[in-house]
């Protein structure tokens, strides 16, 4: 899909083209990052032909331009969610827009549970692959032949090595690992985690996948962080709870803006 006319009209006359070193997308209780971007100029989802309105509290649902280490960005504070109204795709209008003002490279952030007792609470960890255990893609419906996307380095190698690099230059410890997307909203269940477990899996979560596959097809290069916020279901005990994914998204959520300023740092120019 090309991306909505008046929605890119309006965001070239506010001042939101590029190019763009990156785009990026704050998960559940990450919205510190956006905090660390100078010479933001915002506009509500709501505002934007073609852009969702996010209902789950944590999400903000504005789109910043500005600057994160001295470099230009694009800001989405808060995603759509499938689990929202089943609608895997919703984050497409939003993606196609960033893409045509210019932005090609995205990193992905979310709030997940993880399988690793070692890899717990605040831990930040570097997606390097991903399962799709919801049934659902973002590309159903899609008629061009583009939707035979190729997902076999869906994060991307150069992104992944500068995302280790500047997470030792901050001094942040970095895990890497495959997340599991379940739909939700429902947590999982504890043998639900133990056969993401069994699968190779690493972290479940919610969101990130959908937007991965509409990112890669739309030719983006991307690149995904997690914040654990919890031990998924049954781990050691892990008994996830809204509230707690919050609060925990939100203390860890300065390292991730440490960490996203560091990675933004080394890119290439556009
Ligand atoms: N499961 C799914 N999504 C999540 C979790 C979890 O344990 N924690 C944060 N988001």
Known sequence: MVADDAALAQLRAEGFAGPHACALVTGTGLGALV????????????????????????????????????????????????????????????LAAARAMGAGRLLLTN?????????????????????????????????????FVPLTDAYDPALRRALRAAAQEAGLPLAEG??????????????????????????????TVP?????????????AISVVTNLAAGIEGGDPHHAETKAVAARAGTDLARLAAAFVARLPEP
């Open 35 to 94: 905090e660390a971007v100078e010479e933001r100029r915002s506009l509500a989802y709501g505002e934007i032909p073609g852009f969702p309105a996010p209902g789950v509290s944590g999400h903000g649902g504005r789109l910043h331009r500005g600057r994160l280490a001295g470099r230009s960005v694009l800001v989405f504070e808060g995603r759509a969610h499938a689990y929202e109204r089943g609608d895997a795709a919703a984050m497409r209008g939003p």
């Open 111 to 147: 709030a997940s549970g993880s399988l690793r007792p070692s890899v717990g609470p605040g831990s930040l960890v570097m997606l390097s692959d991903h399962i799709n255990l919801s049934g659902l893609n973002p590309l159903i419906g899609e008629a061009s032949e583009a939707r």
């Open 178 to 207: 495959v997340y599991a997307w379940f739909s939700g909203p429902s947590f999982e269940t504890p043998a639900e985690v133990r056969m993401a477990g069994i699968l190779g899996a690493d972290l479940v979560g919610m969101s």
């Open 211 to 223: 937007e991965t596959i509409l990112a890669r097809f739309l030719g983006f290069s991307v690149a």
